[in-house]
Each structure stands twice: as C-alpha cells, then as structure tokens.
T-cell receptor, first 109, second 113 residues
Framework: GQNIDQPTEMTATEGAIVQINCTYQ??????LFWYQQHAGEAPTFLSY??LDGLEEKGRFSSFLSRSKGYSYLLLKELQMKDSASYLC??????????WGAGTKLIIKP | IAGITQAPTSQILAAGRRMTLRCTQD?????MYWYRQDLGLGLRLIHY???????GKGEVPDGYSVSRANTDDFPLTLASAVPSQTSVYFC????????????FGPGTRLTVT
C-alpha cells in the first residue's frame, strides 16, 4: 500500500526554527511536494524535490533522501503567520499525488 | 482574476438528494482534480481529468461522477448524497503532462444530514 507519515501537530516559538518530517512508501516516485494550508483555506504550493538534497527558498527549505523515503521541511525565523498545516505529498508512478494527513504547526509568541 | 472558483462555498444537504459542485478555472490548465479533505486524513483524490473530454477515477470515486465538456469547467455530482460524504471538497488544476504543482480552489464545505 501507499503511505505518507508526518507528525500530527508541532509547537514552536516565534523567531525559532522548526523541522517537519515526512516519510513515505509509494508505488513509484516522481517527486515530493510540500504545501501550506491555513485553517479554512486552500492548500498553496511551497516546494518540490525530485533529487536528493536541500532546496532553499527564503525562510523555507526542503530536503529529500530517496533511499530513505524521507523528507523534511525546515522553517526558519518563524513568524506568527506561519501557523498553519503543512502537507507532504508524493507523486507516484501514475503521476497522482498521494497526500499525508498534514502537520498542524502552532507558533507561540 | 486568474485562478479557480468553486460554488457553492458551503451547503447543507438532505441525504438522498442530488448535488452538483461547480469548479471553473481560467488558467487554461489541461488537468483538473477533485479531492475531499476529512479531519485526520490526507486529501483523497475522487476523480481527475487530464484533458477536456476525458476523466478518470481516483482513490475514492464511489458515489461521485464528473464530466469535462470543456477546458474550464469540471463539475462534481453526488447522485444520491449520504452522510459519509460530509467533507470539504477541493477542486484543483495543473498544467498537463508530468510533474507540475497543483493550484487549488477555495473549497466547498458540504454537510449531508
């Protein structure tokens, strides 16, 4: 079966750094996506990794290890507006996205 | 304004009734998708369409049907609603082909009583 695992909830402090992990087992692999979803809103695209390594985009970075079936999203200099759910999704061999349940990130002042 | 619109925003529906959720995009994307999102579960694909005139079944297609008469519109129909179809429904679109990010509409919150 196909499976995406990520923590249900994490708490961090404003200005700090947080790492959200995602592990996956899927039928084929055509890349891993991270999306951000604020409460009551639609998911919005953050990053895409298809090769091993770190992709940096401003305060957000995403890492991929295909051999370990593992990715993480790193958020630096946390701001209150970063309070949201972060969704990990893997594109399988049929080019369909398989989604994790999401990690709710709570930022405290 | 470029993007995806969905209607209605929310709806309360009696079990057994028929309902069509509307989705329109103006980005000229070939591929469109319908997902449902339930608490504690990831987004689950209901149906998809890679191009106008074609549709395919996703992970949870039972009880739902779609059509794709043109590039812009991708309606989702519940023929006879049941309480387990209570969910938030998101429509999304992307460029056709292989790997592209998906753009999501604002969602429809549906409650079946």
């Amino acid at each position: 079966g196909q499976n995406i695992d990520q923590p249900t909830e994490m708490t961090a402090t404003e200005g700090a750094i947080v790492q959200i992990n995602c592990t996956y087992q899927t039928s084929g692999f055509n890349g891993l996506f991270w999306y951000q979803q604020h409460a009551g809103e639609a998911p919005t695209f953050l990053s895409y990794n298809v090769l091993d390594g770190l992709e940096e985009k401003g305060r957000f970075s995403s890492f991929l290890s295909r051999s370990k079936g593992y990715s993480y999203l790193l958020l630096k200099e946390l701001q209150m507006k970063d309070s949201a759910s972060y969704l990990c999704a893997v594109m399988d061999s049929n080019y369909q996205l398989i989604w994790g349940a999401g990690t709710k990130l709570i930022i405290k002042p | 304004i470029a993007g995806i619109t969905q209607a209605p925003t929310s709806q309360i529906l009696a079990a057994g009734r028929r309902m069509t959720l509307r989705c329109t995009q103006d980005m000229r994307h070939n591929a469109m998708y319908w997902y449902r999102q339930d608490l504690g579960l990831g987004l689950r694909l209901i149906h998809y369409s890679n191009t106008a005139g074609t549709t395919g079944k996703g992970e949870v297609p039972d009880g739902y049907s779609v059509s794709r008469a043109n590039t812009d519109d991708f309606p989702l129909t519940l023929a006879s609603a049941v309480p387990s179809q209570t969910s938030v429904y998101f429509c999304a679109s992307s460029e056709a082909g292989t790997v592209y990010e998906q753009y999501f509409g604002p969602g429809t919150r549906l409650t079946v009583t």
